[in-house]
């Protein structure tokens, strides 16, 4: 299974594919970083895939 980018911070609702998201990477005042994790463990933290990133 693949790793996914998860914001770090505020608005965490959601895990990206694409490392270069807006939407991981947007709201800077807010934006404490990203990390990586197994998508598996992201979806057992209760977020949702994001429809901006290509898959
Ligand atoms: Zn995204």
Known sequence: MADVHVRIG???KSYHTDSACP???GKQKTYGGQ???PEA???EMGLTSCRSCKR
């Open 41 to 43: 463990r992201a979806q």
């Open 35 to 37: 990390e990586t994790m």
């Open 10 to 12: 505020e608005y965490r």
């Open 23 to 25: 939407h991981l990477n």
